[in-house]
């Protein structure tokens, strides 16, 4: 695997163009047991300077909150959409195709920057989604909505994400999060608006199906 001077490049060589289980109107450039980035560990690919790569799986949460977006589209046609901690876009995506007017779709890593816009040419909407590495955390509210799934995995950061979308929340976004029920889920501000039975893969989520949430936070 050589080094990973161009990111577009290495996206398409290193993944495959696959329909997402649990929204197959969206396709995406991913890792999966036939491709050499599954392979690598995280040692491995830190050689080669490319941090773990979040952005080339569909994670139950992002699946789940994809669907609702896609089966609802009411709840998001016509508004500014931030998609927050992107990874591979594919809320972004979804949010585009249900009809939002522009979604700003934010990740850290410069690699998953670029794959967003790469998922996002291949479904159509490159258009209305644009990609940026900027940290939004403890910005102000520049949309109608925010998006945010599967981000509640580790305890300071989920603490001070809970906190900025709350602050968001009480700026007039509403923010919808999509999560499998990951340890540090703020539940007790949560309304569950819908649950699904999402495919995944077990080497990722120690399951071949999880139950997955879609969440409002509330006032």
């Not at 999966?32 to 491995?44: C, F, H, P, V």
Request: contains cysteine.
């Amino acid at each position: 695997m050589r080094p990973p001077d161009d990111p577009a490049g290495f996206i398409r060589a290193n993944t495959r163009l696959l329909p997402v289980p649990h929204t197959p109107e969206i396709r995406l450039h991913v890792a999966d047991e036939a491709t050499e980035l599954w392979q690598r560990t995280e040692d491995e690919l830190q050689e080669i300077g490319l941090p773990p790569p979040f952005w080339a799986f569909a994670w139950a949460g992002g699946q789940a909150l994809a669907r609702y977006l896609l089966d609802n589209p009411t709840s998001v046609a016509g508004r500014r959409v931030i998609d927050f901690a992107s990874g591979s876009g594919l809320c972004a995506i979804a949010a585009a195709m249900a009809g939002a007017r522009h979604v700003l779709a934010s990740d850290l890593d410069a690699f998953a920057v670029t794959a967003i816009g790469l998922n996002a040419a291949e479904n159509g909407v490159s258009g209305r989604i644009e990609a940026t590495a900027a940290n939004l955390l403890g910005t102000s509210c520049r949309a109608d909505m925010v998006l945010a799934a599967d981000v509640f995995y580790e305890r300071d950061l989920a603490a001070t994400v809970t906190e900025w979308l709350a602050r968001l929340q009480g700026e007039g976004c509403e923010v919808l999060i999509g999560d499998p029920g990951r340890t540090y889920l703020p539940r007790d501000r949560l309304t569950c608006l819908a649950t699904y039975s999402v495919p995944v893969m077990r080497s990722l989520e120690d399951a071949e199906v999880k139950q997955s949430h879609v969440w409002r936070l509330n006032g």
